[in-house]
């Protein structure tokens, strides 16, 4: 059994039954300390994160106790019908009755989940990350701040700017260096780091969530898309990304690049057509 204290800066400390003191939770007290400037309302959350989990029962409980607790942090957990632990795990999260749940009936995709937690949410910025461990929570700040400072609309996590731990693999790394050619080339804009699901948006980047069209696969690439379609600002920032310590990622690669491909002709046309719309 353990009990647990969160202090005036957010950090728990949980307690365990031998009464040592373990401090479990990151140090966010630069975070805390800036989102103090915008004097939130505690019944507005400024930031809401957004976690969508299928079959994450080894990793979920620990992700949730890696996040920030503050009034102005609202976490959203939307579990795509999960067919293990996951659930159970979650509900044994410290501070459970502080996160809000949302769970599907039936199975909508990596991109269906994040849509459904995106329209719960309430904060002036947006995050989503990934529940398999992958994302350390140390770097919201590096995502958070340039939002709100107005230096940028979306901000997107790059390992490449920071560090990762582990072997990336070859189709990995060539699969983003295709995209990051194509999107330079067709619409202006260099990402390396195209497919991390670690983003921030501003509120006034939501209406792109509206018009989704691949819910799948591609719905890390699309919501680039569309944000330079709408001449939104999008900037890399570091973070470290660790090594997937339990299960295998879902991902499966003829599927991926068969709607990533349909995804960039998709857009491609689009964006001609908006080009010619101009002259």
């Known amino acids: 059994m353990k009990t647990s204290n969160i202090n005036k800066n957010g950090i728990?400390?949980?307690?365990?039954?031998?009464?040592?003191h373990i401090n479990?939770?990151?140090?966010?007290?630069?975070?805390?300390?800036?989102?103090?400037?915008?004097?939130?309302?505690?019944?507005?959350?400024?930031i809401s994160i957004v976690l969508p989990v299928y079959n994450e029962?080894?990793?979920?409980?620990?992700?949730?106790?890696?996040?920030?607790?503050?009034?102005?942090?609202?976490?959203?957990?939307?579990?795509?019908?999960?067919?293990d632990n996951s659930i159970d795990e979650i509900k044994k999260a410290q501070n459970y009755d502080?996160?809000?749940?949302?769970?599907?009936?039936?199975?909508?995709?990596?991109?269906?989940?994040?849509?459904?937690?995106?329209?719960?949410?309430?904060?002036?910025?947006?995050?989503?990350?990934?529940?398999?461990?992958?994302?350390?929570?140390?770097?919201?700040?590096?995502?958070?701040?340039?939002v709100l400072d107005g230096k940028a609309d979306i901000t997107v996590g790059s390992r490449y700017k920071g560090s990762f731990n582990y072997r990336?693999?070859?189709?990995?790394?060539?699969?983003?260096a295709m995209l990051e050619i194509v999107i330079t080339l067709f619409f202006g804009q260099r990402i390396k780091n195209n497919q991390c699901g670690?983003?921030?948006?501003?509120?006034?980047?939501?209406?792109?969530?509206?018009?989704?069209?691949?819910?799948g696969y591609a719905f890390t690439t699309e919501l680039i898309l569309l944000a330079l379609l709408y001449n939104f600002r999008i900037r890399e920032y570091p973070i470290h990304l660790l090594k997937r310590k339990h299960g295998n990622s879902y991902i499966i690669l003829?599927?991926?690049?068969i709607s990533l491909?349909?995804?960039?002709?998709?857009y491609f046309f689009k964006n001609i057509k908006k080009v010619l719309s101009r002259r």
């Open 12 to 20: 728990g400390y949980f307690k365990c039954q031998e009464g040592s």
């Open 24 to 46: 479990k939770r990151n140090n966010f007290s630069r975070l805390y300390e800036y989102l103090e400037r915008f004097n939130n309302n505690i019944d507005n959350p400024l």
């Open 57 to 83: 029962e080894k990793t979920i409980q620990e992700v949730l106790e890696s996040l920030p607790r503050n009034h102005a942090i609202e976490i959203i957990v939307v579990d795509d019908h999960s067919l």
């Open 98 to 146: 502080d996160i809000k749940l949302i769970r599907h009936k039936e199975n909508y995709g990596y991109g269906g989940a994040l849509l459904t937690g995106i329209k719960a949410a309430r904060g002036q910025v947006l995050i989503t990350m990934d529940s398999d461990g992958q994302h350390r929570s140390e770097d919201l700040f590096n995502l958070i701040k340039p």
């Open 168 to 176: 990336l693999p070859l189709a990995t790394r060539v699969g983003e």
């Open 198 to 215: 670690f983003r921030a948006f501003h509120k006034r980047t939501y209406k792109i969530f509206d018009n989704i069209k691949f819910h």
């Open 254 to 257: 003829i599927k991926l690049s």
């Open 261 to 266: 491909i349909l995804c960039l002709m998709f």
